[in-house]
């Protein structure tokens, strides 16, 4: 009666029933998985938020294909003013109401069913339930660490086939941290120009770059304690072979996301949001100026490829709920004209975006100022209390992170990482994903959540470090 499409196994794996039961019994869980901004004890300005929802001009019904234009021109003035993107046509904007609607509506407008799309790995889980429900088939590109994060080039060379039709990019991607390199973007962009491939970016943790290691020219690399070391640390499966790709992934054994991971219970900690930095950490964020053409650029301004850059709300303003996304094309000029049409076509079938929300948009997008100060506070300070805490002992490191909101973690291979959590929900109540969630190719890898509240990150991690003495 169904569709094989949708035939998951849809079965609890070990690590959530583990979680289901510790949690049944009402013991307290330290959570490092947070990953909704909503619960994780951020100052928002709901009277402003609240009001912005309340325009009267929702009343009117304008069923415009690509969103309506004030909306769209409020997005083309983030990249003008924050990514130094300044020529932005409004016309080239596509909003949705989620980065994985947008993602949905660059499958449908690139790929015949059995097309090939190339994604990083590790990277996020959602897309391989977004590729089933558009029988896409996904090929995995392995990420490669050796000083930083980096695309490996002779694998995405190997991985395509006449099927392929473009190119997937998490700028910078979850969970590794890792921004595609200025060097790298050229190399992408002659691969894909040369193979007529599309460029599909997902920028949505854009805004949080860290200038620790993320490669500006001339900055010296600080050293710190509890550094990896740096050489072939993780290598990627050297064929991209697409392992385990089409059968179950990590997500599908666990049937959540990270987003809508069991993470918010005791994610209020009450704790001064603004108690100074430390200013001796050698972490610092990124300020606007040291953005634009270098590593971490937005693609919105990529025009030698057809390129669609995703992003929206949820990060840049850590309102997931408000359901706000967006999608940039750019480009040929002659192929973006062409994509535009059908894409607004594509839109113009669902019209899934409501009028609150599009006439809320300057004054939800203006929130990021102050959400992303928060936000990137908190990153730093719990990066320096990982770091402190990871100098004190020798079996776990961490590897670079360069923006994001997530870390990995390097630990002893003693078991596999599925068990690793477990015991650690179980035994600690400490609550870490394990990195075959996200895809890594072997055991040794944890995945936490910078943005957890401070007070119950140290805690989490020093109950966690226990394990390994
Ligand atoms: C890389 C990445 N893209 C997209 C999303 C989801 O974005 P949205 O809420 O706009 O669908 C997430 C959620 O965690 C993510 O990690």
Excluded at 223 to 234: E, I, K, M, T, V
């Amino acid at each position: 009666m169904f569709s094989d499409r949708t035939n998951w196994k849809l079965a609890h794996n070990r690590f959530t029933q583990a979680l289901e039961e510790v949690r049944a019994a009402g013991d307290r869980i330290l959570d490092l998985t947070v990953s909704n901004p909503t619960r994780a004890g951020l100052e928002y300005d709901s009277r402003a938020i609240l009001a912005a929802l309340a325009s009267p001009r929702s009343l009117d019904y304008d069923p415009q294909p690509k969103g309506l234009r004030e909306a769209r021109e409020a997005v083309a003035e983030y990249y003008r003013s924050d990514h130094g993107v300044c020529d932005l046509d409004v016309e080239r904007i596509v909003l949705t109401t989620s980065t994985s609607e947008g993602y949905s509506y660059v499958f449908k407008l690139l790929c015949n069913a059995g097309d090939e799309l190339l994604v990083p790995k590790p990277s996020y889980p959602l897309f391989e339930f977004l590729a089933d429900l558009h029988d896409v088939k996904l090929v995995p590109y392995p990420l490669i660490y050796d000083h930083g994060w980096q695309m490996d080039f002779p694998s995405l060379e190997r991985a395509v086939t006449p099927r392929t039709r473009g190119v997937v990019g998490v700028h910078p991607n979850n969970p590794t941290g890792s921004y595609v390199k200025t060097g790298e973007r050229e190399q992408l962009n002659a691969f894909c120009r040369g193979r007529g491939l599309a460029v599909i970016v997902d920028e949505v943790f854009l805004d949080y770059g860290l200038d620790e290691q993320v490669c500006l020219p001339g900055l010296a690399k600080a050293a710190r304690p509890g550094a990896p070391p740096q050489r072939d640390l993780y290598q990627g499966t050297p064929s991209g072979v697409p392992k385990g790709i089409e059968s179950q992934s990590a997500f599908r054994r666990w049937g959540e996301d990270n987003t809508r991971s069991p993470s918010t219970r005791y994610a209020r900690s009450g704790q001064a949001l603004h108690a100074p930095v430390d200013r001796r950490s050698p972490i610092r964020r990124l300020g606007r100026d040291d953005r634009a053409g270098r590593d971490v650029a937005s693609f919105a301004g990529n025009r030698d490829v057809l390129t669609f850059t995703l992003s929206g709300l949820s990060k840049i303003s850590a309102l997931p709920q408000m359901k706000l996304a967006w999608v940039v094309t750019s480009g040929p000029e002659a192929e973006v004209a062409v994509a535009m049409g059908r894409l607004e076509v594509i839109a113009d079938t669902y019209l899934s975006m409501n009028a609150p929300i599009q006439w809320a948009v300057p004054t939800l997008l203006e929130q990021r100022r102050s959400i992303q100060r928060q936000l990137l506070e908190r990153v730093e300070r719990n990066l320096v209390e990982l770091d402190r805490r990871l100098a004190g002992q020798k079996a776990c490191q961490r590897l670079e992170v360069e923006g994001g909101w997530y870390t990995v973690l390097r630990v002893p291979v003693t078991r596999s990482d599925e068990e690793l959590a477990i015991e650690l929900v179980r035994e600690k109540h400490v609550l870490v994903h394990p990195g075959h969630f996200y895809d890594f190719p072997s055991d040794g890898y944890l995945v936490v959540s910078l943005i957890a509240p401070e007070r119950e990150f140290g805690e989490g991690i020093g109950r966690m470090l226990q394990t390994f003495n």
